[in-house]
């Protein structure tokens, strides 16, 4: 049995070589570039086995990955992002289950690091991609942010969520790297909306709402974004915030079509009541947590009584 390691990149001169020293246990190293106009290839050219120019541009990996697959030819196949990394315990319990042909399809846990610093919480761990498989057995299809695919009449195991075998993701370097991504992805996730649903999109306050309040709620409190500190109280603000911009950008894109908007007054004041409800429960949940002995029965006690 063997592996192979397939990376995509685009203009990664400052991430590449960490990812690289971490897979040279792999029997076969391969490289796709979408078309870098830095050193990405040049550093590459001594850890690689093979390095394929994707032959156009993209702003997202995953119509590249289709490609990158096709040019594995070993028996097993992680696939990584430039910005991530394989740490040496995770190496080892690859080629352990390579040698000993322990399952199909895996599920590797994924530590996510924000300004270099490890989001335990917010929903990010512990973040579990697709990214090891024997050939042919996953496909990607070309939508940002998309699920893999397996093959019929296969079953994907799930790596246990340990740090020390989690791919190291270097996410966001700071808040301006956030920001950048944050305006081309919703970009692209606005025109593949546009283009599925075509004349059916519609937007309202409350439609608005409540994916924006889906994800805040879930990523802060039920998440725990609230322990990832002022990291985490950000991102499940601005994740969510996400969620409503990719919206707008569809508004926008439609040219703000006054006949694409749905408003009923009676349902958004039914909505923010809603809303308010939610965000008093897992106030109050979060005020439990904080609280012991006595103190946690009589806040568990109001809540009931609806106090």
């Known amino acids: 049995m063997s592996i192979s390691v397939v990376v995509i990149a685009k203009n990664a001169e400052k ?7 971490s897979v040279q246990f792999a029997d076969e190293i391969i490289l796709v570039d979408i ?12 850890y690689c086995s093979k390095i394929y120019d994707y ?10 990955r289709e490609f990158a697959l096709a040019q594995a030819h070993q028996d097993w196949i992680l696939v990584l992002d430039a910005d991530e990394e394989i740490p040496p315990s995770l190496a080892k319990k690859l080629q352990e289950i390579d040698q000993n042909n322990l399952g199909d399809v895996y599920y590797l846990p994924r530590k996510n690091m924000v300004s270099k610093a490890w989001m335990r919480h ?3 761990w512990p973040d579990y991609q697709l990214r090891f498989f024997k050939k042919g057995l996953v496909s990607w299809g070309n ?32 808040t301006k790297d956030y920001l950048l991504r944050f305006d081309r992805y919703t970009d692209i996730e606005a025109e593949q909306k546009e283009a599925e649903m075509g004349d059916k999109f519609s937007i309202s306050q409350t439609a608005l709402l409540k994916v924006f309040s889906d994800d805040w709620l879930r990523r802060y409190f039920a998440k725990e974004g609230y322990k990832d500190g002022v990291r985490g109280f950000y991102l499940s603000l601005m ?8 919206q707008m950008k569809v508004f926008d894109r439609l040219d703000n079509q006054k006949s694409l908007e749905i408003d009923n007054q009676q349902n958004l004041i039914k909505d923010l009541r809603h809303f308010q409800k939610e965000l008093n429960y897992w106030i109050g949940d979060l005020e439990i947590k904080q609280k012991k002995g006595l103190g946690r029965f009589w806040i568990s006690l109001k809540r009931k009584l609806g106090l």
């Open 239 to 246: 994740q969510a915030v996400y969620q409503m911009t990719v």
């Open 143 to 174: 939508k940002i942010h998309g699920k893999a695919q397996i093959a019929n009449g296969y079953k994907a195991s799930i790596l246990e969520a340990k740090e020390e075998l989690a791919i190291l993701h270097h996410n966001y370097q700071d």
């Open 15 to 21: 991430i590449i070589l960490k990812n690289l020293k």
């Open 35 to 46: 078309k870098s106009t830095d050193e990405t290839k040049e550093i590459a050219k001594k």
């Open 55 to 64: 032959g156009k541009d993209s702003a997202f990996v995953e119509p590249v």
């Open 122 to 124: 917010t929903g990010w």
